[in-house]
């Protein structure tokens, strides 16, 4: 039975080099989130600040990298802890990108809607040039989940 764990970033970094198909860990976050199928971890969300100056308005948080080892449902169990605790924290939406090659199952399965293409071939920066295969060149899809509005408020 799929359980939600609390997971420091080191934890979850450490999952994410292990098993993530083409992101490296992230420097940061503001909290992650595990999940355990009995004693074995299984999946990480990490979640920080929106990479994109435009939505870093401080409302909005952005699952930065979900990571599972293949169990069954543990993707969307994320992705949808992920939106409960921001709505807990006061965010108003939560943000997530994927390759438009993937079909966003999970995303659906947790509520998140998808605002089309975002982004281009890869994230770049003058600062931190990439290497040339870090990353899939192909362009990416943004999904948000928007905060429900609660007791008539």
Not at 7 to 27: C, D, G, M, S, Y
Not at 139 to 147: G, I, L, N
Request: a positive charge; charged letters at 30%; proline letters at 4%.
């Amino acid at each position: 039975m799929l359980e939600l764990t609390p997971v420091t970033l080191r934890e979850a970094n450490a999952f994410v080099a292990q098993h993530h198909r083409h992101h490296k860990p992230t420097v940061g976050h503001k909290f992650s989130i595990g999940v355990k199928d009995g004693e074995a971890l299984v999946g990480v969300a990490i979640c920080g600040r929106p990479v994109s100056r435009r939505l870093d308005d401080g409302k909005t948080l952005e699952v930065s990298r979900l990571c599972t080892d293949g169990t069954k449902n543990a993707c969307s169990m994320l992705y949808g802890a992920a939106y409960r605790a921001a709505r807990a924290m006061g965010y108003q939406r939560v943000v997530t990108y994927i390759l438009e090659s993937e079909p966003g199952t999970s995303l659906k399965a947790a509520g998140y809607r998808c605002e089309g293409r975002a982004g281009g071939l890869e994230w770049n920066g003058e600062r931190k040039p990439k290497d040339a295969d870090q990353y899939p060149h192909e362009m990416k899809t943004r999904w948000v989940k928007e905060m429900e509005e609660q007791n008539g408020r």
